[in-house]
């Protein structure tokens, strides 16, 4: 079966840096994605890969390691708003987004 | 309207009765989906569509029907609701189905008693 799997909850301290890891295992794949969901909110994205290595954009550094099945999402500085859900996601071979149940992220100041 | 929208916010129906959860996205994408958000669950897909007279079961379809007669619009409906459908219900495209940046509606929160 496609499985997706990332922590359920971390806690983080304001300024700090966090790593929210992602392993998946699907039927085939097409790229992997990372979204924030704010509690009450739809999902925005954030970062995709599709080839191995660092993606980075501002505060926010996604991995990717396809051989692994593995992925982080890297947050810098973080920042009170940053408390959020952080969703990982799959493009399998059918070109279907496969989710993962989301990683709450608490920071503290 | 700029990007996707869905209605109504939030609705609360009694068991047994057909509902229909509207939505549009002004953004001229081919793909389409609809998904439902429950607590500790990732976002399962419920239908979609890739193209504008196309639609396809996800992961749970059942108790649910979709039709896309125009590129804009992709309702959503419960024919007969059961409290199990109680859940926030999104809608999402993508410019198309080989791509899958997907843009979400504000989401639909529903209750069924």
């Known amino acids: 079966g496609q499985n997706i799997d990332q922590p359920t909850e971390m806690t983080a301290t304001e300024g700090a840096i966090v790593q929210i890891n992602c392993t998946y295992q699907?039927?085939?794949?097409?790229?992997l994605f990372w979204y924030q969901q704010h509690a009450g909110e739809a999902p925005t994205f954030l970062s995709y890969n599709v080839l191995d290595g660092l993606e980075e954009k501002g505060r926010f550094s996604s991995f990717l390691s396809r051989s692994k099945g593995y992925s982080y999402l890297l947050l810098k500085e973080l920042q009170m708003k940053d408390s959020a859900s952080y969703l990982c996601?799959?493009?399998?071979?059918?070109?279907?987004?496969?989710w993962g149940a989301g990683t709450k992220l608490i920071i503290k100041p | 309207i700029a990007g996707i929208t869905q209605a109504p916010t939030s609705q609360i129906l009694a068991a047994g009765r057909r509902m229909t959860l509207r939505c549009t996205q002004d953004m001229r994408h081919n793909a389409m989906y609809w998904y439902r958000q429950d607590l500790g669950l990732g976002l399962r897909l419920i239908h979609y569509s890739n193209t504008a007279g196309t639609t396809g079961k996800g992961e749970v379809p059942d108790g649910y029907s979709v039709s896309r007669a125009n590129t804009d619009d992709f309702p959503l409906t419960l024919a007969s609701a059961v409290p199990s459908q109680t859940s926030v219900y999104f809608c999402?495209?993508?410019?198309?189905?080989?791509?899958?940046?997907?843009?979400f509606g504000p989401g639909t929160r529903l209750t069924v008693l």
């Open positions: 999402a495209s993508s410019l198309d189905s080989s791509y899958n940046e997907q843009f």
């Open positions: 996601a799959v493009t399998d071979s059918n070109y279907q987004l496969i």
């Open positions: 699907t039927s085939g794949f097409n790229g």
